[in-house]
């Protein structure tokens, strides 16, 4: 699979908000994708355009501090943003309350603190600061993520 890894630059927030909504036009009816990255390096920016992409509305709010916030789409189910920095063992996830089946897309920041308690990755996304801008690589890590990359138009 890792022929299929893709490795791009981002050139400002406008950058990261495309390749969001790239991710958006392109995914798959479910998917699960792990934002990695350092705290600022644009995880949220990413979740935020794609999910506007998907047709939320209102505030989307970075679950930093709830640890989930959940998102109905327009095509039914739900999409889950979760932000797990704060949690210090994957079991404290049970408390939740996660009911994967109505979920369409979940967006994991920090997923290695709840290890064992996610569902696995389709995509991971790597973002890191680089000059002025960031640099994402695309990591499939599913037949589906596979897929999912060789549609992406960014």
Known sequence: MHESIR??????????EALGADLA??????AVVYLRGDLGAGKSTLARALLRTLGVTGTIRSPTYTLVERYPLAEGGEAWHLDLYRIADAGELEYLGLDADETRLWLVEWAERGAG????????????????GRSARLVPASAG?????ASLAY
């Open 117 to 132: 308690a996610l569902p696995a990755a389709d995509l991971l996304v790597e973002l890191a600061v680089a000059g002025e």
């Open 25 to 30: 036009h392109s995914r798959p009816p479910t």
């Open 145 to 149: 993520g596979v897929a999912w990359l």
């Open 7 to 16: 490795e791009l630059q981002l050139d400002g927030v406008e950058a990261t």
